[in-house]
Each structure stands twice: as C-alpha cells, then as structure tokens.
C-alpha cells in the first residue's frame, strides 16, 4: 500500500520568510502532484513533476523530485500573505489513482 | 479556461436515501474521477473510469457506490443508500490522458444526518 505523508503539517510563517514543505512517499513512483486548496474550495493543480531531478518554478514556489529518496520538496520563497492555503502532495501509482499527504496548512502572518 | 463543474454545490439526504451527484468533465478529456474528502481529512481516491467503463477503485468503492456516464458530457455518482459516514465533500476531476494533471471541480458537500 503506497502511503504519503507530509511535514510539517502545520506551517505558521512570517511574510518575506522563506521555508520548505515535505512530501514522502513509501513506493517507486513516476508521477507526483502538488496542489492547493483555499479553504471551502476546490484544488487548484500546482505542479506536476515527471522524472527524477525535475525542478519547476512558479512565482515564489518550486518543487523539486528525488525520486531514489521518495521525496518531494516545495519551497516557498519570500513568502506572502496571499500564499496561505492548504498544499498537497499526491503520487501516482500504477495507474491513475492519485494518493494523497495530509496536507500542509500554510498561514503566511504579516 | 475550460473547468470542471459539479452540481449541486450542498446536498443534505436522509441516511438510507439514494443520492446522485453530477459532473461536467472537461470537454476534451477522456479519464474521469471520484475523490472525497472528509472535513479536516486527506483526499481520498473512490473511482476512475474511461471508455465508459470504471479502469480502478479504491476499498471505500464498494456495492453501494456506482458511476455511469449517461451522455456524452455528464459523470455521474451514485450512492445508493447513504450511512452517515459518507458525509463529505465529493470531488470530480478529469484529464485529458493518462498521467496526465487530474484537474478538480469545485465539489459538492454531502451532508447525511
């Protein structure tokens, strides 16, 4: 059974820091998401990372794949209040089924 | 920029009553899906289905639970005798391939009492 777990689960940062989320995961895998979800609302696709090494950027996040090590990074960058949200990781395993982290609940304070 | 839409946006049923929730995948996609996701919880993986037929399931998927594509643009999931625990919000999400980014709708929050 393929698990995901994400840390920190809870993340309290002051705006302009910066600060990095984990995502684990216990299987080979060949695809890994991020997303983001607003409270009360949908998930937003952040990034999807395809081979090992893969690094994307967008704005003040970027996520990165190590596939040998089943890891997964985002890093946050000077971060913003606008960036407060709840981010997941999710891995594809045989197939298209998505397992998702427990989320990271990010509060960006001023 | 095409989306995902789902209807209704809330619904509340009886426990033991029959509910259907509605979704409009992305027109040009072919793979479609299921997820809930509990209040304060992680999403969770119901159901893929392409070629009008269910591709994998998760243990949650179980006889109570169907989906059907009864027309070319709506995705349907059935529960067919709802328990409390079922209460959830239930997203849609499409893509246009296989592997490819799984783009979610704004989902419908199920509420059994």
């Known amino acids: 059974e393929l698990k995901v777990e994400q840390n920190p689960l809870f993340l309290s940062m002051q705006e302009g820091k910066n600060y990095t989320i984990y995502c684990n995961y216990s299987?080979?895998?060949?695809?890994l998401y991020w997303y983001r979800q607003d409270p009360g609302k949908s998930l937003e696709s952040l990034f999807v990372?395809?081979?090992?090494?893969a690094v994307k950027q967008e704005g003040r996040l970027m996520a990165s794949l190590d596939t040998k090590a089943r890891l997964s990074t985002l890093h946050i960058t000077a971060a913003v209040h606008d960036l407060s949200a709840t981010y997941f990781c999710?891995?594809?395993?045989?197939?298209?089924?998505?397992?998702f982290g427990g989320g990271t609940r990010l509060m960006v304070k001023p | 920029e095409p989306e995902v839409t789902q209807t209704p946006s809330h619904q509340v049923t009886q426990m033991g009553q029959e509910v259907i929730l509605r979704c409009v995948p992305i027109?040009?996609?072919?793979?479609f899906y299921w997820y809930r996701q509990i209040l304060g919880q992680k999403v969770e993986f119901l159901v893929s289905?392409?070629?009008?037929?269910?591709?994998?399931k998760s243990e949650i998927f179980d006889d109570q639970f169907s989906v059907e594509r009864p027309d070319g643009s709506n995705f349907t999931l059935k529960i067919r005798s709802t328990k409390l625990e079922d209460s959830a919000m239930y997203f849609c999400?499409?893509?246009?391939?296989?592997?490819?980014?799984?783009?979610f709708g704004p989902g419908t929050r199920l509420l059994v009492l």
């Open positions: 999400a499409s893509s246009r391939a296989r592997g490819e980014t799984q783009y």
């Open positions: 299987t080979t895998s060949d695809r």
């Open positions: 990372l395809l081979s090992n090494g």
């Open positions: 999710a891995v594809a395993y045989a197939g298209n089924m998505l397992t």
């Open positions: 027109s040009n996609h072919l793979y």
């Open positions: 289905f392409y070629n009008n037929e269910i591709s994998e």
